[in-house]
């Protein structure tokens, strides 16, 4: 083949454009770790790689939501704990206010820190969680419960998606914990001992332990409720985490640059590049221009 | 044979070595011209009367040019410029789709079903429903930009493919006019070689922006067809202009005079045109229609679900998302519904009037139409949707790119050929420089030789 001295100087830009191209591609690989820096790099890996930072992106979602649920179903298992409380000392003071031997102006002072018992089980049957009023069913914006102990929220179960395909319901249900619909009225049970202190009635006031006992039962019931429901959320937030690990090391599989051997193919692009450099100042003098 | 006529020959030698010395001068200061072939001198020995006289003679310049090969070079030229723009076009489509920097269309839809997982947490919370609003918007917005830069691409290849056709037009003219020139210099018998290299390099102008075949006709002159329609013969002309069909797609029209054009779009295969036409009628149109449908197919979900819920108000029936009343348009059309806009609690959290306002059953359906498959006819989530046209532009980037590669390597290998026979070698001048030198040299010495034994012929019979 005739060689002119265009196709000479074509020829060696050729070569180095394409080497330099080339060279540009893996710097970038190795400058950003990352094997796909544009979907034609590998479409089907930048396709998987949208999938997996959307999974990974719900699974964020996951923890938060577990994160909020857990935390309002910590709350609701200690306030339950507190109410329960409650009912061994009311039981106290209804052993003292069944003792035939005591005046009705000491069963009156027992009638009045049973009043104390009560309201204090209002305020915790009103706490206030991450969503406003823990036990108020949906109705999360005003008091469920009055001074009297009407219920006034509703059984509606709030749930959550605390996983893929994995809802559970995260609210402890207020009306079942403390009112009649549980079996037992809980300040129903207070205000019947209340009401016997004050009649003087050792009598009724000794009838009052069962309803008591029930409330006791019914509060702790309610309580080991919310502590399962803790569990139930740790359980799904280690999945959520051991999800989340299997897909950001799927992701770094995907996605990765191999840092080593992107760097070393980076120094055979630069050394191919220095040996095409030196072809080409050899080919270029390669004239017999100065020589006649 | 006189000594006289000796003289003559060597006269013819000298003219005819300095012509060659002409010529190579020639090549070598065009070596680096653009669409210069070498010029190689034509010498003839001359015949006079009966007798050989042994003379030389110039008959002429040959171009150094192999039609076949220069065919061939155009078909490379056109076939290269078509996929090289196609991938140019892409490359910008590619940029739309790329989430390598986290800024796509992915993270917006991956944040508002975040957000709506957020409102199921704490629907009653406003901070939760404006997230919502403004996740929501930004989907939106990113679905508009998105559909918008692919539309204003599309108006803007619109736009190029016109310029190409005017250039295409004026190519014509120039060849016409080439085709005048060649055939007057021609028939004067004097040299056309300049000519037809201007009509070499127009010829690869033109090759650039549409697909060319050439023949030289009956008469001497040259044919010139693109997108197999004659767009030259003689000094005739085709006028090429660009219109729009029904469906919106690029169409090529040729015409003679003022005689209503026929369309020649299907044949259009290379140049710039066939690369515009491609990329805008096929990939950009393709792409653009999968994200209306996804765009379409996810609003309407998201509404239908969204109505089926109640605001913080009370309200049901209300939907999140305005949209077109077909897939075609959707992503440019969508944005947030009025009656949502700039009101976080017509945002519809729950499945009933009697929930409110802690009621969250809604905005968990709202959230699980993250992972339900409602695009792509009931095949694929949204995000997964997604991925696809991310896979399916990928695809179609790295094809043209490989397009590229195949192409440019199958002109480089052309031009080599057409370089290597065309081409102007300055070892080869050197020589040739050398070598019509001596000649040249050769030729004084044959004069003074002559000159001398004349001498000596008039010295002896003067004494």
């Known amino acids: ?292 | 044979m006189s000594l006289n006529s000796l003289m003559y020959t060597a006269r013819d030698a000298m003219s005819a070595q300095s012509y060659g010395l002409n010529v190579t001068g020639q090549n070598i200061s065009n070596a680096n011209t653009a669409g210069y072939v070498r010029r190689d001198p034509i010498l003839v020995t001359r015949a006079l009367g009966t007798m050989d006289y042994g003379g030389v003679q110039v008959e002429g310049l040959r171009r150094a040019a192999d039609q076949f090969t220069e065919r061939r070079y155009l078909e490379a030229v056109g076939l290269s410029s078509a996929a090289s723009e196609h991938d140019n076009q892409l490359s910008r489509l590619e940029s739309l789709f790329n989430d390598g920097a986290g800024s796509g269309l992915g993270t917006a839809f991956d944040q508002l079903f975040g957000a709506f997982s957020d409102l199921t947490s704490n629907p009653a919370d406003p901070a939760a429903r404006m997230a919502v609003l403004s996740r929501a918007e930004d989907l939106a917005a990113r679905f508009r930009s998105t559909g918008d830069a692919i539309a204003t691409q599309r108006s803007e290849l619109l736009s190029s493919a016109k310029d190409s056709t005017d250039q295409i037009n004026q190519l014509a003219d120039k060849l016409a006019e080439l085709n005048r020139k060649i055939s007057v210099a021609k028939g004067a018998g004097s040299d056309a070689a300049d000519l037809e290299d201007q009509q070499a390099q127009a010829l690869n102008k033109l090759s650039e922006l549409i697909d060319v075949h050439t023949f030289p006709d009956s008469k001497g002159g040259l044919v010139v067809q693109v997108a197999g329609t004659t767009l030259v013969e003689g000094a005739e002309v085709q006028k090429l202009s660009i219109d729009v069909d029904p469906s919106g797609n690029i169409q090529l029209l040729a015409a003679r005079g003022n005689a209503p054009g026929s369309d020649i779009t299907r044949h259009l295969s290379g140049g710039k045109l066939a690369g515009i036409r491609d990329a805008r009628d096929v990939d950009l149109a393709e792409v653009q229609n999968r994200l209306d449908e996804l765009a379409f197919d996810f609003a309407t979900a998201v509404n239908t679900q969204h109505a089926a819920g109640f605001g913080k108000d009370g309200v049901s029936g209300r939907s999140l998302f305005s949209v077109s009343a077909t897939a075609a348009g959707a992503a440019r059309s969508l944005s947030l519904d009025p009656a949502v806009q700039g009101n976080p609690d017509a945002i519809a959290a729950a499945s009933s009037a009697a929930t409110l306002p802690g009621g969250s059953g809604n905005s968990l359906l709202l959230q699980g139409l993250g992972t339900s498959l409602l695009a792509s006819g009931g095949t694929r989530s949204p995000s997964e949707a997604y991925s696809d046209l991310v896979g399916d532009v990928g695809t179609r980037r790295a094809a043209s790119q490989s397009d590229v590669g195949v192409r440019a390597a199958m002109q480089d290998q052309v031009y080599a050929m057409k370089e290597s026979a065309s081409g102007v070698s300055l070892d080869e001048e050197m020589v040739n420089l050398t070598r019509y030198q001596r000649a040249y040299e050769a030729a004084t010495k044959v004069i003074s030789t002559v000159d001398q034994m004349l001498e000596e012929l008039i010295g002896r019979l003067g004494r």
Not at chain 1, 131 to 137: E, I, S, V
Not at chain 1, 152 to 173: C, F, K, M, W, Y
Not at chain 1, 186 to 192: E, K, R, V, Y
């Open chain 1, 1 to 292: 083949m005739r060689v002119t001295d265009n196709l000479r100087f074509f020829n060696v830009q050729r070569n180095l454009s394409s080497l330099s191209s080339r060279q540009a591609q893996v710097a970038q690989q190795a400058a950003t770790g990352m094997r796909i820096n544009a979907p034609s790099d590998d479409a089907t890996g930048a396709s998987e790689l949208v999938r997996i930072d959307s999974s990974l992106q719900r699974m964020d979602s996951y923890k938060r939501s577990i994160g909020t649920a857990r935390d309002d179903a910590s709350l609701a298992e200690a306030t339950l704990g507190a109410a329960s409380g409650l009912f061994d000392r009311a039981r106290e003071l209804a052993l003292q206010g069944s003792n035939g031997t005591l005046s009705a102006n000491e069963r009156s002072m027992l009638a009045g820190e049973i009043k104390s018992l009560r309201e204090q089980l209002t305020d915790l049957a009103n706490t206030r969680g991450s969503r406003g009023y823990l036990f108020a069913g949906s109705q999360t914006d005003s008091a469920p419960f009055d001074v009297s102990g009407t219920f006034s929220g509703d059984q509606a179960a709030q749930r959550i998606e605390a996983g893929p395909g994995l809802t559970v319901q995260v609210n402890s249900d207020g009306a079942t914990a403390f009112t009649s619909v549980g079996g037992q009225d809980t300040f129903g049970a207070l205000s019947n001992l209340e009401a016997a202190l004050l009649a003087n009635d050792p009598a009724a006031t000794a009838a009052s332990l069962g309803a008591l006992d029930r409330s006791k039962q019914q509060l702790t019931g309610a309580r080991a409720g919310a502590g399962l429901l803790i569990n139930r959320l740790d359980t799904a937030d280690a999945a959520v985490d051991t999800g989340k690990l299997s897909l950001t090391e799927h992701r770094s599989h995907v996605g990765d640059a191999d840092a080593f051997e992107a760097y070393s193919q980076l120094m055979s692009l630069s050394s191919s590049i220095e040996q095409a450099i030196a072809v080409a100042k050899n080919t270029l003098n390669l004239s017999s221009v100065s020589r006649f």
